[in-house]
């Protein structure tokens, strides 16, 4: 499924712009930096409350599809420019990293992933 039409359906909104047409085939849940290094795959959409920036780094190392912010937690705006220039979509929930996790899962698992 794409970055948007996932975007769109769990109603994230768009902090920076990233691939839009960019696949999400899973989630992935850590606020452990060096568990999202382990064990995130790069059509992964990050789920975290970490907002600062080793979260771009890691993202772009690791080239997941985007990054969700939960319960409203906003990057600051040296994150989002960093984020801007790395091309990492960076996106907010307001609703806790479970809540946006179930909501992924069954979108996911729905549409035949």
């Known amino acids: 499924m794409r970055l948007a039409e996932v975007q769109m359906a769990l109603g994230l ?9 960019r696949q999400v085939s899973w989630g992935f849940c850590s606020d452990l930096l060096s568990d999202v290094l382990a064990h995130a795959r790069p059509q992964d959409l990050w789920i975290t409350h970490q907002r ?20 409203g937690l906003r990057p600051s705006p040296e994150v989002l420019a960093k984020a801007r220039e790395e091309g990492v979509a ?3 929930a307001a609703e806790d990293a479970f809540e946006v996790a ?12």
């Open 13 to 21: 909104e768009s902090l920076t712009p990233g691939d839009s047409d």
């Open 52 to 71: 600062h920036l080793n979260v771009v780094a890691v993202a772009k190392l690791q080239g997941i599809a985007g990054v969700v912010c939960v319960r």
């Open 90 to 92: 960076i996106m907010l």
């Open 102 to 113: 179930g909501k992924l899962y069954r979108l996911l698992t729905s549409a035949g992933r």
